[in-house]
């Protein structure tokens, strides 16, 4: 007896994916890929990255009642800080830069309940632009009068505004396995700027596997990063166990090896098509 199986001549069906640049791109390149008429909509341009503090954002504001608001950095009018260190003398605690979104960003920050700071690792760091954000955020720092390096883990400089990082939450994804020891040097500048204790890091590894797969593990990461939240606006803190939670590889080192030879094999493939 032989059978002959023929794919239907149209698919019509609905399918839920996490809000995510990755996710969104590959959605594209099926689409294209299959010559489809029906384009895919509500498409994103958030980074993955973003996904998990979604989760964790939504979890604080159903605790607290807040309301979330969301700056983009890349869509502010923003000038470089020009170095000349006005905002620690003649104007002291105040930018004499005029003209961008700078100053009414800075307003949002004072008065905000939490904030947190989300981005993708760029090269063991973060991203160029958030580093230029940074730099204009510098008349939050005390002025640099000589004093030593203090030793107890505080703030280098100093805080101007000691409240605005009470609450600060530090939301960071890498492609990386090992998150803590690729994101060293970040932890290290927030020490600086901040001290060790007036912040709450989250280094999240294999972040990008883990929203293009899908499925129940991500379900569950994102259950554990909405908790979290709401632990955070309970406690204003997050236990260790729940730091050790988020911040787990959520593939062993030799499942996640195949994965990334799969998807650099992935890539060549859509070069080729894309050549064709």
Request: aromatic share 8%.
């Amino acid at each position: 007896m032989r059978y002959t199986i023929s794919a239907p001549i149209a698919l019509h069906a609905a399918i839920q994916l996490p809000a995510s640049k990755s996710i969104s791109n590959r959605a594209l390149i099926l689409h294209s890929l299959a010559h489809g008429n029906i384009l895919p909509r509500n498409l994103s341009d958030c980074d993955d990255t973003m996904v998990m503090t979604r989760a964790f954002a939504a979890g604080l504001a159903e605790k607290t009642g807040a309301t979330v608001e969301t700056v983009t950095i890349s869509d502010l009018s923003m000038k470089p800080c020009m170095g000349c260190l006005a905002c620690w003398g003649r104007h002291e605690g105040d930018c004499v830069i005029r003209g961008d979104d700078i100053p009414a960003v800075k307003e949002k920050i004072l008065a905000a309940d939490y904030v947190i700071e989300s981005f993708p690792v760029y090269v063991f760091g973060m991203p160029g632009i958030l580093k230029m954000f940074t730099d204009r955020m510098l008349s939050m720092l005390c002025t640099y009068r000589g004093h030593e390096v203090p030793h107890d883990g505080s703030s280098v400089h100093g805080l101007r505004y000691p409240s605005a990082t009470r609450k600060f939450i530090v939301i960071s994804g890498c492609a990386y396995t090992e998150a803590e020891e690729i994101c060293a040097p970040l932890r290290g500048q927030f020490d600086l700027i901040c001290g060790k204790k007036n912040y709450t890091a989250l280094f999240c590894p294999q972040i990008k596997a883990l929203i293009d797969r899908g499925g129940a593990r991500l379900t569950r990461a994102l259950a554990h990063f909405r908790a979290a939240g709401e632990e955070f606006a309970e406690h204003g803190c997050l236990s260790p166990e729940t730091v050790e939670k988020l911040t787990r590889p959520p593939f062993s080192p030799d499942v996640y090896r195949v994965i990334m030879e799969h998807v650099w094999e992935q890539e060549k493939q859509n070069a080729k098509t894309e050549e064709v």
